[in-house]
């Protein structure tokens, strides 16, 4: 699958009446897109990432690329049935893969972020690294599920500096965390259930996107937008608008409407459209369960049998 390389590149899976959707563009000002979204399917679930690489012509694409084939290859080599270990396991060996390349001295200030969300039956796991962000759209109102690994955010949270600055901030975009930049990494990981039986009538939808997008568009103007549309409108719609105010980075957004509500107390399992069908897993671990009694089942027989020819033979000889 290509990833991001060129304007208008979407992705979407059917879902209920809505298809989720991604889009990255290079923006107005800039030469190359270091951006890329990707939907990872596997056995451990179903991963939605996108990852926004830093170094420009020394590696930004380059970072971002080898965060989404690093994970790629991790989910479809291994078998998870936890999502969150599935989910961290994967950013880390991205980082692994990229910390390795950076001893490269061309390729030594190069990075990404990462902000991902994986599906497993009725969870859903959030996780990230740098400043791209995920947030929940409900009832047309936002909810930011990621806090940026970034110098202004910890300013915030300390009180030195007001959220309606931070983005105006002269060292708005230096982060703190990203892909790349130690091997001992910490990804921070949340964990939610999705619950069908909500009253709210729409579902959640989740979004994740760059720096370049939410920079230019207010959280109620994107609440607005993605309520208001279907998931592949919403992004053409907000990167139009995002380009509209100066697109002075690259712009990236997912959108991908949630069968119900999400909420970080469990759910009950089965029937989910997303990531691994639990009643599938029920039926084939039951299957490989039957087939080894079977086995165990000749087994003894045989040696019984055995047990007994011997047996008859010896009576046979010694009578
Ligand atoms: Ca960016």
Known sequence: MQLGRTAFEQIGR?????????????????????DRYAVIESSSGVAWIVADGMGG????????QLAIDAMRRHLETNQYRDVEIALRAAVLEANRVIVLRRQNPIFSGMGTTVVAAMFQGPQVVVAHAGDSRAYLIRDGMTQHLTLDHTLVQEMVTLGELAVEDALNHPQAHVLTRCLGSEPGLRVDIAKYWIHRDNTTGAGDKLVLMSDGLYSLVTDSELAAIVSDLDPQRACVHLVELAKSR???????IAVIPVEGVLSEEPAQTGGYRYGVDESEHTNTRGTELRVKRLLALWFVSSIAIAMMTILGFTVFLLS
């Open 14 to 34: 059917e879902t209920g009446n809505q298809m989720p959707a991604a889009l990255t563009d290079t923006g107005c000002e800039r030469d190359l897109n270091e």
């Open 246 to 252: 100066g697109g002075f980075d690259n712009i990236t």
């Open 57 to 64: 012509v020394s590696g930004g694409e380059l970072a971002a």
